[in-house]
């Protein structure tokens, strides 16, 4: 149940960001969602995208270091509530956040996570009748 | 002086061919017999020992004497992490402490004098060395050692300290902090004796202009001895070298050839007195030239130039002897990074700073920044433990470096010594 993330090493630097998105934009990939962590020296590029093997691959062949961690997507209905009901569930679970970016294309809205404890947190917003997007879905996304 | 030299020489190699293994094997492979060395115009026959030399016989391997004589050993950083020990018996110590003693006396500074030495003490031998050499003198020793500046300066105006040893970079530090606390009126300090980093004619007269001192330069290292081999005198005109206990040769750093006086080149010195760990031609990778002529302050020992570097890629970072081979030994064992890295020597306030930059390669790095942090503090760590030196290290990404700089360069030196 878990989508792929793609995950870049970035310098603080002027143009690493232009160079990673030219290269996506080569391979015909399409960028869903990107949240950038940064500390004073460097940053973490993190991103869904339509082909994370691929972008992976390529990002790696120009010399960029990049990889693929294992996320959780939480589909978001567009309602009050639905992010209350969500941290609810994981908190009740005691379950810790590391990171999370929200995502929206022009029809879905989604919740990307990353936990300290993965397989719990599948289970326990199954348990709570929470949509997961899978990867099949995810990549397909309009 | 030569005649003294010739015999002291003669004896010399007598003795570490009788009592090193290491030196009489060494001999023996070039057909040398003691005897073919009647005095210093045959130095040229004998080979020559390397730091590499120490390292493999570490720890005791190239002691002349028997380990009861050894009262005190010393030791520093070699190039791959393994430590260059060196061994002193009772009458080692009793010349390492007139060698420096001459010294402070070249200073103008006696037994009426106070001084101050702000060298660490420990393995290194800039504390103890200073130390002993000032006691020796008679003069009153405070022995501060490296960290609490604020309370040397403190000292330094509630006792009268007349004279101080230390590195230069760390006595200019010790004069804004003298500034900062506003004490520049109220310090009696005379004369200053620094060494064991490189330094240049500018910073002396920098430090001398401030403070109103004479500052000295003393050279030595602990292979030979530890401070006190060579300090220049008031004229500033070269280091006078303590030629009855270490023999100078100035040889060309590649042909290993003997060069002319005033001729840029390695300089090598035998240990004409030394017991413990006695050496011959020992190869100090230190670039200097030497000259014979009679000083203005009419002392005849010969005298080295200013240093001009190193024919090695040794650093010397806030007195610490640093190889970068040290840096890629301890990256390729913690194995959590590759071992491309730059090394970024800077002098900031007075103060050297080291910035390792390491490279991030795809396998190595997380998607968490908290685990990017903990690999940048283990980096840290691991240097610090190889180096002994607190270090900045930045991660990059891959492939910046060599891009940059071209394979075989792994140091930036941002510090002038000219
Ligand atoms: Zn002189």
Redesign the interface.
Known sequence: MFVK?L?V???NKVG?LQEITDILRENNINVFSISL?D?S??G?L?MIVSNPELGREQL?NA?????L?DVIAVRLENRVGTLAELFNVIAGADIGI??MYAMATSKTGAMIL?TNNQEKTIAALQAARIHILDENTMYHLQ | MTALQSARLVKLVNRVYHNVEYYRKKMQQVGLEPGDIKGIEDITKLPFTTKNDLRDNYPFGLFAVPKTEIVRVHASSGTTGKATVVGYTRRDIEVWQECVARTISMADLGKDDIIQIAYGYGLFTGGLGAHYGAENLGATVVPMSTGNTKKLVTMMVDFGVTGIMCTPSYLLHIAEVIDEMGQMDNIKLKAAICGAEPWTEKMRLQIEEKLHIRAHDIYGLSEVMGPGVACDCKYHKGLHIAEDHFLPEIVDADTLEPVADGVTGELVFSTLTKEGIPLIRYRTKDLTSITHETCECGRTTARLSRFKGRSDDMLIIRGVNVFPSQIEAALLELGETTPHYLMIVDRVNNLDSLEVQVEVEERFFSDEIKELEKLTKKIATAIQHAIGLAVKVKLVAPKTIERSMGKSVHVIDNRKFD
């Open positions: 993330q995950t090493f970035l310098e690493s962590a500390t020296e460097y973490l993190r790696c010399g960029i270091s990049a990889r961690t590391e990171y990353k």
